[in-house]
Structure formats: C-alpha cells, structure tokens
C-alpha cells in the first residue's frame, strides 16, 4: 500500500510522514511504542501508534509493534494497564489493571494492518493472540452482556461499564469477527456479542440512562458512539450536533472534558474521525486543521493546550497517541487506505 496523502491547506504528505517518523523514533528495541521518550505505553494507544506507522508507509516498525504485544501478553489473554521500557530489550509493569477496552484494540489494529498489507503469515501469528483477547474480555461481561471496565490483577472487577470504552470492544468484536473469516475460523458469537452492546449503547443515546457510569463530561463519550459505528449516521449526526456547543471551542478544537478550556489534540482527532464516520466531511476538515496549534516542527503534537493563556498542559508534553490521532484521522478523511473503511461505517 502507498502511503496516504495530505489535506490541501491542512497537512502535506510529508508533514504526516515526519509524523510517522516521530513514532518510530519512539519504538524500543522490544517494539513498544511509549508515549514519549521514557514514558509508559498502554497497549491500546500502542495499537493506534502501529495503526499510524502502517498509513505512512512504515509496515515493518508497525508489525514489530504487534509481535511485542504477541509477546508480552499473560496467559488469559489480557494485558496489563501501563509498561515502562526497561532497557533496550525489556519492559516492565507499571501499572497491573486489567482494562477490557484496551485489550479489545488489538482485534482492530490487527486487522488494520492485514487490510493495508494482505498477509496470510502476519494472520496465522496474531489470530490466536486476537482470539484469547477478545476471549478474556468476553468473560468479564456482566449479566446484561456488557464488559466491566477492568479487573484487578487479583480478579476482582470494578462493578460497572463505561460508554466509550463498550463502543471501542464493540467496535474490536466486529474487527475480530472479520479477521476470524480470513483466518478460516467462525467467531460470529463475538459480531451477536457485538451487537447486544451496540443496543445498549442506542438505548443509552436515545435518552434510557443507567447502563453506564455517568461520564458527560468526557468528549470521548460524546463522539465515540459515532466513531465506532456503534449508531446509525443519522443518529451520529444528531449527537455530534447536540454536543458540538458543550465540546468544541470554535477554532481551537475539542475540550477534553466540558467544564475546561483544555484542548487536546487527540480528542479533536476522534472527533474529525466520527464526523468522517457519519460523512460530514466538511466539518471534519475544519476540525483537523485547529491540531496545527499543536504541531511541533519534529511531527509531534502538543497533548493539550489551555485557552485563552495558550497553556501547554501537560507542561510539553507530546504523546504518541495525539501524533497517531491525526494521521488516522486525514486517512478516515481521504479514505486512501483499504483500512480507512473501519472508520466510514457506510
């Protein structure tokens, strides 16, 4: 696959490859991706970081990214919460929690790659990684079918479900379910599990509350239901509008939570994603050129900034995941990439 091109008068080709080359720089010999230099990793913003290195051309640093989580993941299926690397050749545990939502990713990050670079020998050795993932967060569901958020290392779990963390397993149960085909073997229990979410995620937004831990005021559980193609577009449309007052600063981006002048630049990224999703195309340009206040001249980005002081906070800071956000985000526009359809939902 060539590597995706820029947005007129938003961001060149170039600039995004330099972004890609940022990412890789940040890869530690085991092919962890931190979110900055000495920083920990998560295993989902890791899946975003390889998803990113994939859209610009870099499929080798983004297929060691993927044999890192082969190989570091426990027995049950899971992943902790936060590494650290440990040397050049090693990582170590940061933080021990179990959460269900990142180890979802892996299905569709994994998936991402096999449709940007078709390989058989890529799928026959991460399917059964992708199998006891999306297996161990099947098993932490509650009765009325919803994953609990996490799990203590000593398995005890929280007690409740979050909403943009069901939209994002939804979202991976269909990535799996489609890679579970290509690798010869039925998993259509995961697309019926997939869709018992996605119901309660509709009721949810149709106005029927209590499924969920109150989260209004993160941007994520605004958008997210569209991204992930969790609700139909016309339904997207409305939530996206019903929330744009509440979220957006006009020509600044997207607040991370509501009651802050804090833009982030990773929440304005998802949010041009799930505008892409329901194909209000316009509105997603408009959105992705405020990340330029964040670029920085390395193809990093700026985590947040708090306005109208123009506030780096954290104090500069640039993360991995912000710098992955965006490239995502101009393939979901463009759609130059055979995977950019797992963010169109059309």
Not at 263 to 287: G, R
Request: contains cysteine.
């Amino acid at each position: 696959m060539r590597p995706i091109d820029g947005i007129a008068g938003v961001i060149t080709a170039q600039e995004l490859r330099r972004s890609g080359e940022h990412l890789a720089s940040l890869q530690t010999g085991t092919g962890m991706i931190p979110w900055f230099p000495g920083g920990h990793c998560d295993p989902w913003n890791h899946v975003e970081s390889a998803m990113a290195l994939d859209l610009v051309g870099l499929s080798a640093e983004a297929e060691r990214a993927y044999d890192w989580l082969i190989s570091t993941q426990r027995p049950d299926g899971s992943w902790h919460n936060y590494y650290l690397p440990d040397g050049a050749t090693d990582s170590t545990i940061e933080d021990p929690k179990l959460d269900t939502n990142v180890c979802a990713y892996i299905a569709t990050g994994a998936l991402h790659h096999y449709l940007c670079h078709p390989d058989s020998a890529f799928v026959e050795r991460v399917w059964p990684t992708v199998e006891r993932a999306l297996d161990w967060v099947l098993s932490c569901r509650r009765e009325d079918g919803l994953a609990l958020w996490a799990v203590h290392t000593d398995e005890r779990p929280w007690d409740y479900a979050l909403l943009t963390g069901t939209c994002s397993i939804l979202h991976s149960l269909r990535s799996g379910a489609e890679l579970a085909r290509i690798a010869g073997a039925d998993r259509t229990d995961w697309e019926s599990a997939a869709e018992l979410m996605a119901t309660a995620v509709r009721t949810e937004v149709s106005g029927t509350h209590g499924a969920f831990e109150p989260k209004e005021r993160w941007a994520m559980d605004w958008y997210y239901p569209a991204l992930t193609g969790a609700i139909d577009h016309e339904s997207g449309r409305a939530r996206l509008a019903g929330g744009w007052d509440t979220f957006v600063m006009e020509g600044l981006g997207v607040r991370c939570v509501s009651d802050e002048p804090w833009i982030t630049a990773s929440e304005t990224a998802e949010a041009v994603i799930a505008h892409a999703a329901v194909d209000q195309i316009d509105t997603a340009v408009d959105l992705l050129a405020s990340t330029r206040d964040h670029r920085l001249e390395s193809g990093a980005y700026l985590t947040g900034i708090v306005h109208p002081d123009r506030i780096v906070f954290p104090a500069d800071e640039h993360t991995s995941y912000t710098a992955a956000a965006v490239i995502l985000a101009v393939d979901a526009i463009r759609g130059d990439s055979p995977a950019s359809r797992l963010f169109r939902h059309v």
